[in-house]
Nanobody
Framework: QVHVVESGGGLVQAGGSLRLSCAAS????????MGWFRQAPGKERELVAAVTWNGARTYYADSVKGRFTISRDNGKNTVDLQMNGLKFEDTAVYYC???????????????????WGQGTQVTVSS
């Protein structure tokens, strides 16, 4: 049975930091691209960051470049998102997702991802 569980969300002041963690099980984690998506009220779900199965390539949305860092540990089946310099507009529900792309290809559409967590709320106060 597949499990994808996010943790680490919360309320933080603008300029602050949060670290989101995602623990996965039930599939061959080391062969999946892992991504962090977010969805704010009234907006579409968007890919924030992604990392290939071996960590060789990463993707960041323009809005978070230089502030967010994605990392993975294939030994622990975890992927983290370090978020620094948080802004009010980063407020959203953040989702961890897995894409069975055992390659250097990084896909950005939510429909390409196979497994999803339940999401964790990040609220940034201005």
């Amino acid at each position: 049975q597949v499990h994808v569980v996010e943790s680490g969300g919360g309320l933080v002041q603008a300029g602050g930091s949060l670290r989101l963690s995602c623990a996965a099980s039930g599939f061959r984690f080391s062969r999946y691209t892992m991504g962090w998506f977010r969805q704010a009220p009234g907006k579409e779900r968007e890919l924030v960051a992604a990392v290939t199965w071996n960590g060789a390539r990463t993707y960041y949305a323009d809005s978070v470049k230089g502030r967010f860092t994605i990392s993975r540990d294939n030994g622990k089946n975890t992927v983290d998102l370090q978020m620094n310099g948080l802004k009010f507009e980063d407020t959203a529900v953040y989702y961890c997702a897995a894409d069975e792309s055992y390659s250097e290809l990084l896909r950005i559409r939510s429909g390409d991802y196979d497994y999803w967590g339940q999401g964790t709320q990040v609220t940034v106060s201005s």
